[in-house]
């Protein structure tokens, strides 16, 4: 159970799930909270894959189950395995393309606050700062979505996020 009330959700809100139940209680805050969410998605530079292998790795490295559950289907959607889903929770890289696994280092840099010169040109000898800046705050809103569900006790459910 929640540790904040279930609010309720009128036909304007597009997506009808836990997480939105909780933060539409502030309307206002769930406004901000839910149009970054969707921008780092639908205004990104970044290919889909890359953006569900970094939200997937700061999911898994949170213990946010209800934003794996969340991303995972998605991931399935766009040709991510089973396999590649399981190494991605337990953190091994090397399956992955060298390009890849530089997003996933640096998303968990991101995470641990460890972005030094030397990733930072590693994952942009792949993509352009353009690219960078819509990752590092990809990241940086997973890491707040992740702790969100946790500090409010979210349970999973069947939409997505």
């Not at 991101?110 to 010169?117: F, G």
Request: aromatic share 6%.
């Amino acid at each position: 159970m929640a540790r904040v009330p279930d609010a309720t959700l009128d036909d304007s809100i597009p997506v009808h799930n836990n997480l939105v139940r909780a933060t539409y209680n502030n309307p206002e805050m769930h406004r901000g909270f839910a149009s970054l969410s969707g921008r780092v998605h639908s205004a990104s530079h970044l290919p889909d894959r890359v953006r569900e292998l970094a939200v997937l790795r700061i999911a898994a490295l949170l213990g946010a189950e209800f934003e794996w559950n969340s991303h995972a289907p998605r991931a399935r959607d766009i040709g991510i395995s089973e396999l590649e889903l399981q190494a991605l929770r337990r953190g091994e890289i090397d399956a992955f393309e060298p390009s890849e696994a530089a997003v996933i280092r640096f998303a968990v840099a991101v995470e641990e606050r460890t972005v030094d010169d030397v990733l930072w040109r590693e994952v942009a000898a792949y993509y352009d700062a353009t690219a960078l800046l819509d990752l590092t705050m990809l990241v940086a809103f997973y890491g707040l979505a992740s702790r969100l569900v946790l500090a409010l006790d979210i349970n999973d459910d069947s939409e997505t996020a």
